[in-house]
């Protein structure tokens, strides 16, 4: 399979610290990819080596086909991005930060400034300095700029920094919209899992600088691990009963008063039933699948016991 980005090997160290290591990401074209990982994980790291702002120590980066040169500008053109936090010329009005990037990408679209700044929800701010806006709106307009020129690849770095719960759906139905109407490829980093989960067909999952896994969430929704959530006042009685009484094996004490039950075949209501006439006090019991946070730490932990 072909596809429009690709890394190989890819890893960077700065003044002997290795801060990613062998990092090998496959984005196919018109999807959404979600990039995952805690803080601190190498996100913005393999960001900045895949739009050219940082070289690779090691390893390799193609976009489109093609190995990404030091020379490769015309390639970079096709792309949109914001890494880390978008930066604009304070003293000029949104409107004009857009059109002289325009300007400079050589991109001469009658209406695409005031489109984009449409999209965005900036329309009403276009004429005010970009100095003036909050915090949330310079994410907006970074975005606005990331996607003004219509690229084929768009990379972004946390875009949701900033936004209320209400700015954050309004930006993930706008990259749904990006990927199936214009057929754009979106490639976005978060350390907030429920945000990717609900836009991203494929995630990558990037943990102390190591590419741990990379896959569809189709895949995740077919290997999803139905469980029930158990919380009681005794935890260790509890798990005597599970254990002993009703001969589960399959389960785990997440917490003090927590339990998780994996079996397959054992219904909430016989639970009940048995814990409660071997005198467990339930404070609730609960149907649940695993999420993909749920995922992302099972695999996180696989990886810390590993070490």
Request: hydrophobic share 35%; charged share 25%.
């Amino acid at each position: 399979m072909s596809y429009i980005l690709q890394t190989s090997h890819l890893s960077k160290t700065i003044d002997g610290k290795q801060l990613v290591t062998d990092v090998n990401i496959h984005v196919k074209k018109g999807e959404v990819y979600g990039f995952l990982g805690p803080n601190g994980a190498g996100k913005t790291t393999v960001m900045k080596m895949l739009t050219n702002l940082w070289k690779p120590t090691s390893g390799t980066v193609a976009l489109f086909g093609k190995a990404l040169e030091k020379t490769s500008y015309e390639v970079l053109k096709r792309m949109g991005s914001i890494i880390e936090f978008p930066t604009f010329y304070d003293h000029m009005s949104g409107k004009d930060n857009l059109q002289l990037h325009c300007e400079y990408m050589g991109y001469y679209n009658k209406g695409s400034v005031e489109e984009a700044l449409q999209m965005l929800g900036l329309s009403d701010a276009a004429d005010k300095p970009a100095g003036s806006y909050s915090l949330g709106m310079k994410q907006r307009l970074g975005i606005a700029r990331a996607i003004l020129c219509k690229p084929e690849l768009v990379i972004l770095d946390e875009p949701t920094n900033g936004l209320d719960p209400a700015g954050m759906k309004q930006i993930r139905d706008l990259f749904r919209m990006l990927c199936t109407e214009y057929g754009m490829t979106l490639m976005i980093s978060s350390h907030l899992l429920p945000e990717i989960e609900s836009i991203a067909d494929t995630v990558g999952v990037i943990h102390h600088g190591k590419m741990m896994k990379e896959i569809s969430m189709k895949e995740i929704a077919e290997t999803n691990t139905a469980y029930i959530e158990l919380a009681v006042e005794d935890t260790k009685k509890a798990a005597y009963v599970l254990a002993e009484k009703m001969q589960l094996s399959n389960f785990k004490i997440v917490n003090d008063s927590g339990i998780r039950i994996y079996e397959q075949g054992v219904t909430t209501q016989k639970i009940s039933r048995e814990l409660m006439a071997n005198d467990v006090e339930i404070a609730s019991i609960s149907q649940h699948t695993e999420t993909l946070e749920d995922y992302f730490l099972k695999i996180t932990s696989e990886v810390g016991k590993s070490c």
